[in-house]
């Protein structure tokens, strides 16, 4: 990952927990605000980021926890790259990944931010490699605290 490492995507200020939100849009806009407003992305990042969920659905109907990975197709909304994690109090429907038919009701998003079509290749292989191990998806279901949650998401994502 040519220095992209995944330690250095996952910032604290943008990990969330137990957020509450209406639907899947209100959702990502308010994590696409955040990360916004501390500089990683630009001002158009929240409507790339809908746009492409729109038409390429990322939600993952995994065992242990059902999962998002919304991303945007303009890498150019992006500053500086980053993950930002919300686990939510509530599962919020996204739609699935393939045919975007069926709703998922997700338990965590990982929005990603990156610049590069490899990086974020690279960054998509291990996250979706993470939730089909059942170790690291009962770590982060446990995670009580954003560290605990940056601690069990480092220790799978480094290996």
Avoid: W
């Avoid at 242990?64 to 994690?85: C, E, F, N």
């Amino acid at each position: 990952m040519d220095g992209l490492k995944i330690d250095n995507l996952l910032n604290p200020d943008l990990v969330f927990m137990d957020v509450e939100a209406e639907d899947a849009e209100s959702l990502l806009r308010r994590m696409a605000e955040e990360a916004r407003v501390r500089g990683f992305v630009k001002e158009g990042y929240a409507d790339a980021v809908l746009e492409r969920e729109r038409l390429y659905p990322t939600a993952l109907p995994t065992e242990i926890l059902k999962v998002a990975v919304p991303h945007s197709m303009d890498r150019d909304q992006v500053i500086t790259p980053v993950i930002v994690v919300a686990t939510l109090k509530h599962p919020v429907n996204f739609k699935e990944m393939g045919e975007g038919v069926r709703d998922v009701p997700v338990d965590v998003v990982f929005l990603l931010a990156v610049c590069g079509s490899k990086d974020q290749l690279t960054i998509l292989q291990k996250i979706i490699g993470l939730f089909s191990d059942r170790e690291a998806m009962n770590g982060l279901k446990a995670a009580g605290s954003r560290e605990e949650l940056i601690g069990a998401l480092k220790a799978h994502l480094n290996e």
